[in-house]
């Protein structure tokens, strides 16, 4: 098994599986693995299929008339898990096992995963919730791919990045639109381990795999996105491909694969006579033909074995392949034309000849689609020329606007440092101002302070000496108030002792008392006052 981890953790099958049961009246996900000789592989995959965390899924195993193991792995696993449906036939190749299998199926949506590839743990479960949410008839993903040995990885670096799109397509798109921009953006890939359909659009449309072929995944992803109105791409990674020896993509090329990109071009050709489509879909869907024809053209200029080319010699003859394949046209180089092919002409019958003739015209059609686009592709190139220089202006102009903003930035900084440093210096010539005004202050203060408690002093002191001025005046007045008053006694009281004398006198007389009296009061009241 390989390393890669994928699916559930290593326990035994028996303990985890044996106690599933399958719901069909339910069915999300029939996950369709068509299974040739591949024990070796084949565990690994059932467990990535079965290790699903969505649980409602079918998983319907067709073995193609196996000769190892794998039939018995297979039986195995029905057994332990009611989600498997194992489906036997006689060799008949992989085209006929899928289709079978799809016929058979009940699930909601169709999954094809090859015998030997893996798939993430949460594929279907994401993939079912978009699908669903969207109402989607096809769902495209991205893969990664893993080789078995150092040698394969350096022999084909291409698979390591083959499985990856280029552009993020968001959004629902119609599926002829999405082809179209596909093929364009170098992002249309036939691996039908990217592809998500819904089973009813593949049964109403009649969208089944061309049997007795190789690549016919070639026809049947075109086919499925003809018939798909509703097609969305996530930009994530779940498919893993394995790239292992001896397999389709590493064995040696043989006749098989020459008549298999011949009838897929074929019945693409086929179909866009027989139905009305936008010219861009015709475009590309021709530049798809003329690609597959080159790949032939490739395969047959390196055919060096000589019954090789004698055995597709024999199919001209028998029909199988038309003798207008080998002629030196769009497809073929005159290179790999052998004479016993060409003698073959001899041998084509009238109605051969007749298809030759339609096919011919076709050829001529294509030739001129081509040439269309041969113009618009030297138009493409000077527009993309032109691209070039626009985006060298752009990105010096980018680069012109970087260095302006770097320009700007530092001088910004540099006038930010110059601002802090003169608001430093600033604030710095304030507060040193303030505070010679605070010493001023407070030496002025610290004067008029001195300058007042003097002038108080001397306030109080003249005060003191204005109290003891007063002071000696009030007494002074007393003193001359005293005398004054001495005075007027020292004369009153002469006053009243004559006053006295003469009342005594008259006492002494005899007679007036009352009289007398009276006079001494009014005397005394007067010098009293």
Not at 173 to 191: A, H, L, P
Request: proline residues 1%.
């Amino acid at each position: 098994m390989s390393n890669l981890s994928v699916g559930r953790d290593d326990v035994t099958v028996g303990q985890e599986l044996s106690y599933i049961k399958n719901d069909s009246s339910c069915i999300s996900v029939s996950v369709v693995i068509p299974v040739y000789n591949s024990s070796k592989y084949l565990e690994e995959c059932l467990e990535s299929a079965l290790g699903q965390t969505l649980n409602s899924i079918e998983v319907i195993c067709v073995d193609d008339g196996s000769t190892d193991d794998s039939l018995e792995i297979l039986r195995k696993y029905e057994k332990l898990d009611k989600r498997v449906k194992v489906i036997v036939q006689a060799n008949s190749g992989q085209s006929v096992a899928r289709n079978r299998a799809v016929r058979e199926a009940q699930g909601e949506f169709v999954y094809f995963l090859d015998s030997d590839d893996l798939i993430e743990i949460n594929a279907m479960e994401e993939l079912y919730e978009v699908a669903k949410a969207n109402n989607l008839d096809t769902l495209f993903f991205d893969g990664t791919s893993f080789y078995e040995t150092k040698e394969l990885e350096e022999k084909f670096p291409g698979y390591k990045t083959y499985y990856k799109r280029n552009k993020d397509y968001k959004g629902v798109y119609n599926g002829r639109n999405i082809y179209s921009i596909m093929r364009e953006c170098g992002d249309f890939k036939v691996t039908p381990g990217m592809h998500f359909m819904k089973r009813t659009n593949i049964l109403e449309h009649n969208i089944w795999y061309p049997e007795g072929i190789m690549h016919e995944d070639n026809y049947f992803a075109f086919l499925n996105l003809m018939s798909s109105n509703r097609v969305m791409c996530v930009k994530k990674t779940y498919y893993l491909r394995r790239v292992r020896n001896n397999s389709i993509m590493t064995k040696e090329i043989s006749n098989e694969n020459i008549i298999g990109y011949y009838v897929c071009s074929k019945k693409i050709l086929e179909y866009l006579k027989n139905h009305k489509l936008e010219d861009e879909v015709v475009l590309n869907a021709s530049t798809q033909i003329y690609r597959q024809m080159n790949n032939v053209n490739e395969m047959i200029r390196d055919i060096d074995n000589e019954d090789q080319l004698e055995e597709l010699a024999a199919d001209v003859r028998m029909g199988k392949l038309d003798y207008s394949l080998f002629l030196p046209s769009l497809y073929i180089s005159t290179k790999v034309v052998d004479k016993r092919v060409l003698n073959a002409e001899r041998l084509i019958t009238g109605k051969q000849k007749e298809e030759l003739k339609e096919l011919k015209n076709d050829l001529l059609l294509i030739k001129d689609v081509v040439r269309k686009q041969n113009v618009e592709k030297s138009i493409m190139e000077r527009q993309k020329e032109e691209l070039r220089e626009l985006r060298k202006d752009l990105t010096c102009l980018k680069d012109m606007i970087v260095e302006q903003n770097a320009e700007r930035d530092i001088f910004e900084k540099q006038q930010r440092e110059e601002l802090k440093k003169e608001r430093f210096l600033l604030e710095k010539m304030i507060n040193n101002t303030i505070q010679e005004q605070n010493v001023e202050k407070s030496v002025i203060e610290k004067k008029q302070k001195e300058a007042l408690r003097k002038d108080l002093s001397v306030f109080k002191n003249t005060i003191n000496e204005q109290k003891i001025g007063l002071e000696k005046l009030r007494k002074t007045i007393i003193d001359n108030e005293n005398k004054k008053l001495t005075r007027k006694l020292k004369r009153a009281v002469k006053v009243v002792k004559r006053k006295i004398k003469t009342c005594i006198r008259c006492f002494k007389n005899g007679g007036v008392k009352k009289v007398v009296a009276v006079i001494i009061k009014k005397a005394i009241n007067k010098d009293i006052a």
